[in-house]
T-cell receptor
Framework: KQEVTQIPAALSVPEGENLVLNCSFT??????LQWFRQDPGKGLTSLLL?????REQTSGRLNASLDKSSGRSTLYIAASQPGDSATYLC?????????????FGSGTQLTVLP | DADVTQTPRNRITKTGKRIMLECSQT?????MYWYRQDPGLGLRLIYY???????NKGEISDGYSVSRQAQAKFSLSLESAIPNQTALYFC??????????????FGQGTRLTVV
């Protein structure tokens, strides 16, 4: 069974800092890994999708890396801003099983202090 | 307008009542999913549908049923709501594309409270 862990559960940083969010998964047989952002009272917004054959993806101040063999992904946020405050979720789509559905971590709640 | 729309956004219902949550999408995707989110547990899959004639149970389907009325519409029903079904419910879509499982898109969620 695939398990996805995100550490830390909560993180508070001052504005302007660069930061890294971590995601680990137990089964390396994945199709892809997706990072989402969730704001209170709102849905999930897709940030980055990394296919299993890729090592990283970048979008603006965000950079996500994937090391499938070690079962780890990181989301790097450069020059953090208060507007980055949200819960960040990672999810993996595994190869095995008929559903091949996304398995989610519990998220990291990020607070960027002005 | 949102690509994936869920109605209602909030609902309070009594134990034993039947309730339906609706989802519609304009992305033209063939695959649709229902998840629930509980504090500290992440999102868990309830049901999924790969096309109108294909419905499958997810990891926590007990107490739920679904209907895929059209490619763009996927509804989730609680036949007899119970308090531990209080949660945030999400609908999602993805495209089968070329066979690679592509990006998933989520609705804004329905907050359901069963009292």
């Amino acid at each position: 069974k695939q398990e996805v862990t995100q550490i830390p559960a909560a993180l508070s940083v001052p504005e302007g800092e660069n930061l890294v969010l971590n995601c680990s998964f137990t089964d390396s047989a994945i199709y892809n890994l997706q990072w989402f952002r969730q704001d209170p009272g709102k849905g999930l917004t897709s940030l980055l999708l990394i296919q299993s054959s890729q090592r990283e993806q970048t979008s603006g101040r965000l950079n996500a890396s994937l090391d499938k063999s070690s079962g780890r992904s990181t989301l790097y946020i450069a020059a953090s801003q208060p507007g980055d405050s949200a819960t960040y979720l990672c999810a993996v789509r595994r190869v095995s099983g008929s559903a091949r559905q996304l398995t989610f971590g519990s998220g990291t709640q990020l607070t960027v202090l002005p | 307008d949102a690509d994936v729309t869920q109605t209602p956004r909030n609902r309070i219902t009594k134990t034993g009542k039947r309730i339906m949550l609706e989802c519609s999408q304009t992305k033209g995707h063939d695959r649709m999913y229902w998840y629930r989110q509980d504090p500290g547990l992440g999102l868990r899959l309830i049901y999924y549908s790969f096309d109108v004639k294909d419905i499958n149970k997810g990891e926590i389907s007990d107490g739920y049923s679904v209907s895929r009325q059209a490619q763009a519409k996927f509804s989730l029903s609680l036949e007899s709501a119970i308090p531990n079904q209080t949660a945030l419910y999400f609908c999602a879509t993805s495209d089968s594309g070329t066979g690679v499982y592509t990006e998933a898109f989520f609705g804004q969620g329905t907050r359901l409270t069963v009292v």
